[in-house]
């Protein structure tokens, strides 16, 4: 449905659903915290479809990854995987307008005085819009914001200029490539900058910052409600996560936070959409600290992606670019028993639950053997988008069966490889059987 569709009236959708009014709400108000739908009163009014928030999206990834325990190598690893690629499509892809944003960018943070790391994370953002890859852009984001929690200038002014003006230089030689379309020198260019930032937090780190420092302000969802769940959220996280732990009664978090019943039960909602806390009843009973899911995550990004206008094409690029290297990663560690695991995955019932007719099940396995959360997150979103991507009219007309073969046969032919040590060839083979998989989706 397109922005500013009338889904119905309350009255309509509530005798559509079969509902209580207090139930529609509720799940009206998350609807609009993650900027999918808004409410529009009046003559022609309801429920009218809305711009999903990019905000919303990055806070839950944000508080997911670091609930993981996203170590600065690991956020490093992921940042190196996934900016060369959004590099090299920027150094192809960029027109003069683009170009000249990117200068001004460089311009910005050279004007800083000490290392500016919201100005640091600009630059890289803008790479990633210039890639014109929606997914890309959006990693990049919520990779940049954890990696600001990291940067406490902990050494001297001198050392600050000193590190400034590398990163300026930096960034200078990385626009400089993907100006003259350079993208293999884009690519090595960033890598090596990346490592260097890399390397110097590594030696001047501090204690990350709360992760409000991560957060993004303006989600323009500004609701007692929506500001209460992020004052528990933020809490949560900077306390690192004392899981099952009561946060207090709901009696007691309305004092704490000097707000309405509703207003708290509102952010109860939002809080327990996201898996980080749940209200439990009972002596005893309270707001429960929990681990939060990956599920609401996926769901809120691939809306997100979907609506932004991801094509296929960008999501296979970006698909194959990370999943070759989550494939090193894992075949690096690979067991046998993890062999075993895969082999299996590679085999499994595509009839089981899916909503198209392709297997995904290596590809996530694989991802979480490479032992990078980022990574495999962000290809488990990748992998929903695929399916929902998946075009009917393009696999019916190929028998299920024929599909399913065919995806065996390349999913064993890649474990194969991986049991027999030799990555390049299963990068290839993974290659070939993405590129495959283009003709199925829409």
């Not at 960034?171 to 020198?185: S, W």
């Not at 708290?264 to 939060?292: C, D, F, N």
């Not at 065919?406 to 999913?411: I, Q």
């Not at 490889?417 to 030799?422: L, P, R, S, W």
Request: net charge negative; charged share 25%.
């Amino acid at each position: 449905m397109q922005v500013g569709a009338v889904i119905g009236s309350e009255a309509e959708l509530v005798e559509r659903y079969q509902i209580s009014r207090a139930v529609f709400r509720e799940s009206v108000r998350l609807l609009e915290h993650l900027g999918i739908a808004s409410t529009r009163r009046g003559p022609g009014g309801g429920l009218v479809v809305a711009e999903p928030s990019t905000a919303a999206v990055t806070q839950a990834f944000i508080v997911y990854l670091t609930y993981t325990g996203l170590s600065l190598d690991d956020l490093f690893e992921a940042r190196q995987l996934l900016e060369c690629t959004t590099v090299r499509l920027a150094a192809e892809r960029a027109d003069e307008n683009q170009i000249r944003a990117l200068r001004d960018s460089v311009a910005a943070y050279r004007s800083g005085e000490v290392l500016d790391a919201d100005a640091h994370h600009m630059l890289h953002t803008v790479i990633a819009h210039v890639a014109r890859n929606p997914a890309g852009e959006l990693f990049t984001d919520v990779l940049g914001r954890l990696t600001a929690r990291w940067t406490y200038p902990s050494q001297s002014i001198e050392e600050q200029h000193q590190a400034l003006d590398a990163a300026a230089q930096a960034h200078e030689r990385i626009v400089e490539a993907i100006t003259v379309g350079d993208a293999g020198r884009a690519e090595w260019l960033m890598a090596a900058h990346l490592d260097a930032l890399g390397d110097w937090l590594g030696r001047h780190r501090d204690s990350p910052k709360s992760l409000d420092w991560a957060l993004d302000e303006s989600n323009g969802d500004d609701k007692l409600g929506t500001q209460v769940a992020r004052k528990i959220i933020v809490g949560i996280v900077d306390r690192d996560w004392p899981v099952g732990e009561v946060l207090g009664s709901e009696t007691e978090l309305i004092e704490r936070f000097d707000v309405s019943r509703s207003a708290l039960r509102e952010a109860v909602r939002l809080i327990e959409y996201h898996e980080v806390a749940t209200m439990k009843s009972g002596p005893g009973g309270g707001l429960v600290v929990s681990a939060p899911g990956i599920g609401p995550i996926v769901r809120a990004a691939t809306v997100y992606l979907r609506h932004s206008g991801i094509v296929s094409s960008d999501l296979l690029v970006l698909r194959h670019d990370l999943e070759s290297k989550a494939l090193a990663l894992a075949a690096d560690r690979a067991t046998p028993d993890d062999i075993e695991r895969l082999r299996a995955a590679a085999t499994a019932d595509v009839d089981a639950g899916f909503r198209s007719p392709l297997n995904e099940e290596l590809h996530v396995n694989v991802a979480d053997l490479a032992g990078n959360t980022a990574l495999s997150l962000f290809i488990r979103v990748l992998v929903e988008l695929t399916r929902v991507h998946a075009n009917i009219p393009g696999w019916r007309s190929v028998r299920r069966s024929e599909i399913n073969d065919e995806t065996e046969r390349a999913h064993n032919a890649i474990v194969d490889a991986v049991e027999q040590g030799d990555v390049a060839l299963a990068q290839r083979r993974l290659g070939k059987h993405l590129a495959a998989m283009e003709p199925l989706l829409g």
